[in-house]
């Protein structure tokens, strides 16, 4: 049984648009929430992270939000740019460990 | 180093042969973990250590997959005769708390 379900499995958006990817979860224990961005040939990159204390939590143009009732969790990417090309991973661990659990990623295409 | 190295790169094995992959954490990270990555998937867990301790290694798909971390540093994942269904990219990743910080992968191809 996965234990963090991603979607969609494919995203293309135009330039300047916004790119929304959605995962969630089951297990209540989960209590940190990353978001990985991988690019072809190289490992997963820390992107953002949320904690369930919060509902929102905004880098750049990169937000999380977060609905711990519905146990979802969903990446924006606000003027979404070629560059932003990659698959995207959610993903989500327990305090201790901290191991993340990923999601099965969204390929992410950004046409100029 | 400023990241998480692994290596090799690539590495390309005959069926039933031996591997060895390996991982320099970042400095000071007490944390380390194995992933095994197939193609178009998510990483899948195999195996965590803190510091020279495993902790979990549920994730390793049979007895022939072994990894330490002796001192509590470098880390060696190792897979014994391996098989077509071997071939991945390996992961490796350490951390300090919650963040985990990932290296570029050991591509692994078993002929």
């Known amino acids: 049984q996965q234990q963090v379900k991603q979607s969609p499995q494919s995203l293309i958006v135009q330039k300047g648009g916004i790119s929304i990817i959605n995962c969630a979860y089951e297990?209540?224990?989960?209590?940190?929430f990353p978001w990985y961005q991988q690019f072809p040939g190289k490992g997963p990159a820390l992107l953002i992270a949320?904690?369930?204390?919060?509902s929102e939590k905004k880098e750049g143009r990169f937000t999380i939000s977060f609905n711990k009732s519905a146990k979802q969790f969903s990446l924006h990417i606000m003027d979404s740019q070629p560059g932003d090309s990659a698959t995207y991973f959610c993903?989500?661990?327990?305090?201790?460990?901290?191991?993340?659990?990923f999601g099965r990623g969204t390929s992410l295409i950004v046409h100029p | 180093g400023a990241g998480v190295s692994q290596s090799p790169r690539y590495k390309v094995a005959k069926r039933g042969q031996d591997v060895a992959l390996r991982c320099d954490p970042i400095?000071?990270?007490?944390?380390l973990f194995w992933y095994q990555q197939a193609l178009g998937q998510g990483p899948e867990f195999l195996t965590y250590?803190?510091?020279?301790?495993?902790?979990?290694k549920s994730g390793l798909p049979s007895d022939r997959f072994f990894a330490e971390r002796p001192e509590g540093s470098v880390s060696t994942l190792k897979i014994q005769r391996t098989q077509q269904e071997d071939s991945a990219v390996y992961l490796c990743?350490?951390?300090?708390?919650?963040?985990?910080?990932f290296g570029q992968g050991t591509r692994l191809t078993v002929v």
């Open positions: 990743a350490s951390s300090l708390e919650a963040k985990a910080f």
């Open positions: 297990n209540t224990a989960f209590d940190y």
């Open positions: 949320i904690r369930p204390d919060v």
């Open positions: 993903a989500a661990s327990t305090g201790g460990s901290y191991i993340p659990t």
């Open positions: 400095s000071g990270h007490v944390s």
């Open positions: 250590f803190q510091n020279e301790a495993q902790l979990d």
